[in-house]
């Protein structure tokens, strides 16, 4: 099996090799890029599968000569069930990308395109597997640099450079955090080697502690937490859609695979911990919901569902943790249990959204909500399975988003009423309630305004369906999120050595644990095909009653109005402002409002503009300070070389020094 | 006898969930010395619309289709889980309440999708006021049926120990609702039982949150949203809402009666009655209060959200 771990690396790396030897103008340049990477990830599906079921890990190690360094890698479930999502994502996408680029045929070089896509698929993977400190470190280098090139991809673009320029500056400042949380673990087990680090344990609050801190910033900042998300409403809009579903459903999960990896290096955890990451959880959760119930453009609203999303992982992580530091098992294994299987959920179906938006781009040229509308009858595989995606993503039975909420939800009723925990169990219901209702109002909206009702521009009328290199991916995925659903069951009880390896409990009590759950999933299950049948029984009936009665088409009531036009309808502004008006104090949306005047007004207009609130009152005004600074010390640059080695020479004397 | 009764809540919910409007109207008309329509007006209405035809708008697509049809399977299935006071649901199991509340929030998704599915503005405005009401809505009812849950429990739910006395169905909190639970935590429950009734006024689009008498779509939030839907749709819809009712009332009659008795049927047939003197209550309700304004509606929420707090609080450490 570990051949074909590495034979699909090697396969993806070779398609992306052999698309950049091709180089511009090749038009199979693509089609071997993509190729390889698909068939790649299908091939890498097979051990993460086989590590999963079977419950054998896979390693490897070999010399490195590279101070602290080795080149150990190792599949155990853990990374195996964060390789599955990589390796489905990533080759759907690919697939999809092969014809959402074609229209860059000619203008771009699609070979640098997929190769930086097949470095970063295989970045990702090996970010999974890594063994030693520094050679995570490097794969996670590798693993930005890559998906900042993909970015980057319209550079022309002035806003999609400015999009990357944060995108590099957030994640090198996340990676900062990193490299001190690995250098402390390093110091104290004299080694990077994550073996050590785990035979380690460190229990020390002194070092566990801050390391704990380190983590959740330096991997929040590649996760999206709140207030380290103001990368992904940039970066995710600004990249091609097969990238965004790629960066959004997977990438952002390697830093969850961060945080999860190192808390099974500091053990116990403190309860503290949990009650952050709840509180992490239920800022990033709501907060990053309600921007984007507040977006206008399509991608940067399903970039804000990412961060909601993330917090609902950040909520299940931290239940776990208070569990486990509590010592009640059942709410730990819930709690990492349900968290973590969003990880999944939210990668097939968040993938499936901006593959389903890039797919509305693609074919109307805008990504402007309130500029698109009755896609539905144009396109209809697109609008299927994005209506599917969106009940997926608003946590709604009977797709799998439901799923991993119940776990979450069960987990905090459960613990209620129990010593230490009822707060923050309570804080979790209240908050996935309401997450969840904002999710309906904000997709309700998407789908309303994108696809049903009339278009409301020629270029929403003239929309065609992608064809089926486009269709087939979105299909899958949204197949996908069926299928979890209706093996929740199965999954949950093949997740009983992942969670007990983060958790720390023997992998037999955990399934004990689990079990309680798998009753009420198999129950779960029937109501969601009790659901199905009784839809198909009503929708039977409704054809039977209406047989042979008279079925007319007409315009739609509008309350006797005749001559209702397009744009009269409700826009997705106009939708979202009642929401927005109750949560204008965490908002702050810019209104500018163009009264018409006169009894016969010529123009009139109503701007509405929220900002992301982190972005505009934390960083632009720390990153002006710093800029401020750095002229401060600008009378520094002489520019003339006999000054710079004086500082040279005067940096050594000073070393010296301090070092006798 | 277990078996049979367990099919008491189901069947009469959906034989005697189309009375309840007829109650409520009852009411109204008594106090405003009027006659009213007769009470089974509603029987006759759903019989009605279900043998007309149809005419759907040009605009609409199977989403408006699929929003009679799902709001109406959403709330059947929800049925089979519902306790009716100490009778247990059909298909009880741990963690049935938030299948419930979830399956309530997709018949809401897809009313909200078929009504923008028209393309009229008076639509997608009933649209965006019923999905914002539920933002707080939702909330108050999870955690008010947490405090329930906690007030009902035996002791065995403190402690740390095994787990089978954990989280359990919504049946199971209902069947240990008994009146020794109401002599030491009558105050939690009245609190929870307040917060309860106001989200049902909300879900059910009642005074004081939405007129279901108005005759300016503008006004409406509910009827506003189903203004192009008719025939056998309109049927399922109004035949949903009935349902919708039922199971709020069912929810709050169970929780106030506390009648748990070793023979079912009389559990279940006093919740029945409670059911309708919580029509009654509706009604009475509907005919001394106007409607709220639209941007009061959210402190009414907020207020039903803190009260089922303030009981979750007083349950914790009361």
């Known amino acids: ?660 | 006898m277990t078996d049979l009764s367990v099919l008491l809540g189901p069947i009469s919910a959906l034989v005697l969930a189309p009375l309840i409007p007829g109650i409520i109207n009852r009411t109204k008309a008594v106090v405003a010395g009027r006659t009213g329509q007769s009470l089974l007006q509603l029987y006759a209405d759903l019989l009605r619309l279900f043998r007309k035809g149809a005419v759907y708008s040009r605009t609409t697509s199977w989403v408006f289709k699929a929003g009679p049809v799902a709001g109406l399977s959403c709330m059947a299935v929800s049925l089979a889980m519902l306790p009716l006071g100490g009778v247990p649901g059909a298909m009880a199991f741990t963690g049935d309440l938030i299948v419930m509340v979830y399956l309530m929030g997709l018949s809401r998704f897809f009313t909200a999708a078929a009504a923008m599915d028209t393309g009229s503005a008076f639509e997608g405005m009933g649209a965006s006021r019923e999905v914002q009401f539920s933002v707080l809505a939702e909330p108050a009812l999870l955690v008010g049926l947490a405090a329930v849950a906690l007030a009902a429990g035996p002791a065995g739910l403190f402690d740390a120990g095994p787990v089978v006395n954990g989280f359990r169905s919504l049946s199971e909190i209902y069947h240990q609702l008994t009146l020794s639970v109401w002599a030491n935590d009558g105050a939690i429950l009245l609190l929870a039982a307040a917060a309860l009734f106001i989200v049902a006024l909300t879900e059910n689009c009642r005074i004081p949150v939405d007129d279901p008498n108005t005759h300016l779509e503008l006004t409406m939030i509910h009827e506003v949203m189903v203004l192009d839907h008719s025939g056998p749709d309109f049927g399922m819809i109004l035949y949903a809402a009935a349902l919708k009712l039922w199971f709020f009332l069912a929810l709050l009659s169970g929780l106030l009666i506390p009648v748990r008795s070793e023979n079912l049927w009389i559990n279940g047939i006093s919740t029945i009655i409670g059911i309708f003197f919580l029509a009654v209550g509706v009604g009475l309700v509907e005919s001394v209060m106007a409607r709220l304004r639209l941007l009061r509606i959210p402190q009414l929420l907020a207020g039903a959200l803190s009260l089922s707090a303030l009981a979750l609080v007083l349950v914790l450490w009361g």
């Open chain 1, 1 to 660: 099996m570990g051949i074909l771990f590495w034979g699909s690396l090697a396969i993806i790396l070779a398609g992306g090799m052999a698309s950049l030897a091709l180089g511009r103008f090749s038009p199979w340049a693509g089609r071997v890029g993509s190729i390889g990477v698909f068939v790649g990830c299908l091939m890498g599906l097979a051990p993460a599968m086989d590590v999963i079921v079977t419950g054998a890990v896979m390693s490897w190690s070999m010399e490195w000569r590279m101070p602290y360094g080795s080149l150990s890698c190792r599949i155990d479930a853990l990374s195996a069930f964060f390789l599955i999502p990589i390796f489905l994502v990533s080759g759907v996408s690919a697939l999809y990308g092969s014809r959402y680029l074609k229209i860059h045929e000619t203008t771009k070089n699609l070979g640098a395109s997929w190769f930086f896509y097949s470095i970063l698929v295989v970045s990702m993977a090996l970010v999974v597997v890594a063994r030693n400190g520094v050679l995570f470190l490097v794969v996670w280098e590798i693993m930005s640099l890559a998906s900042f090139f993909l970015v980057t991809f319209e550079h022309e673009k002035e806003s999609v450079r400015q999009a990357g320029w944060i995108y590099l500056t957030a994640t090198h400042l996340g990676t900062f955090f990193l490299l001190v949380l690995f250098v402390v673990l390093a110091r104290e087990a004299g080694s990077m080697d994550f073996d050590r680090f785990e035979a380690m344990r460190f229990h020390s609050a002194a070092i566990a502690g801050p390391a704990f801190i380190f983590a959740v910033i330096g991997f929040g900042t590649k996760a999206g937490f709140i207030p380290f998300h103001v990368w992904l409403p940039e970066a995710h809009p600004a990249a091609p859609s097969h990238v965004s579903a790629l960066m959004s459903g997977v990438m952002i999960k390697t830093g969850i695979y961060g945080l999860v990896r190192t808390l099974t290096f500091l053990s116990p955890p403190q309860i503290w911990w949990g009650w952050l990451l709840v509180g992490v959880g239920l800022t990033s959760g709501v907060i990053g919901v309600l921007f984007a119930l507040a977006q206008h453009d399509l991608k940067r609203l399903l970039a804000y569902h990412s961060v909601e999303n993330i917090g609902i992982i950040a909520l299940g992580l931290g239940l776990g943790l208070i569990g486990t530091a509590t010592h009640q098992p059942v709410l730990a294994c819930l709690g990492f249990g349900g968290g973590l299987l969003h990880v999944l959920n939210h990668a097939l179906f968040k993938g499936l959204l901006f593959l389903g938006a890039g797919s509305v781009l693609h074919a109307t040229g805008t990504r402007e909500m309130d500029r698109l509308g009755g896609l539905i009858n144009r396109m209809p595989w697109t609008s299927a399975t994005f209506a599917a995606g969106s009940v997926a993503i608003c946590g709604l039975p009977p797709l799998n988003g439901f799923i991993s909420e119940f776990l979450i939800y069960v987990g905090a009723y459960h613990a209620m009423g129990r010593p230490d925990v009822s707060i923050p169990s309570a804080g979790v219901i209240v908050g996935l309630a309401m997450i969840g209702t904002l999710a309906v109002a904000c997709f309700t909206k998407v789908l309303g305004v994108v696809f049903l009702g009339e278009p409301r521009t020629e270029a929403a009328a003239k929309a065609h369906e992608s064809d089926w290199a486009m269709r087939i991916p979105m299909i899958a995925l949204a197949l996908g999120c069926v299928a979890v659903a209706a093996a929740a069951p199965w999954i949950v009880g093949l997740m009983s050595p992942i969670v007990s390896g983060v958790a720390g409990i023997p992998a037999q009590a955990v399934k004990t644990h689990l079990r309680i759950i798998q009753g009420p999933l198999e129950s779960v299950t029937w109501m969601a095909l009790l659901l199905v049948f009784g839809i198909a029984i009503l929708a039977m009936l409704r054809k039977r009653l209406l047989a042979g009665r008279p079925v007319d088409r007409a315009g739609t009531w509008d309350c006797g109005y005749a001559m209702p036009s397009a744009r009269m309808q409700y826009t997705s502004s106009s939708y979202a402002k009642p929401l927005i008006h109750l949560f204008d104090g965490i908002l702050q949306t810019k209104t500018s409002y163009d009264a018409p005047v006169d009894l016969f007004p010529a123009r009139a207009g109503l701007h509405t503009h929220t900002e992301d609130v982190f972005r505009r009152r934390i960083y632009e005004p720390l990153f002006h300070a710093v800029d401020r600074f750095r002229s401060s010390l600008r009378w520094m640059q002489e520019g003339r070389v006999q000054v710079y080695i004086l500082y040279i020479a005067v940096t050594l004397v000073v070393l010296l020094i301090g070092g006798l």
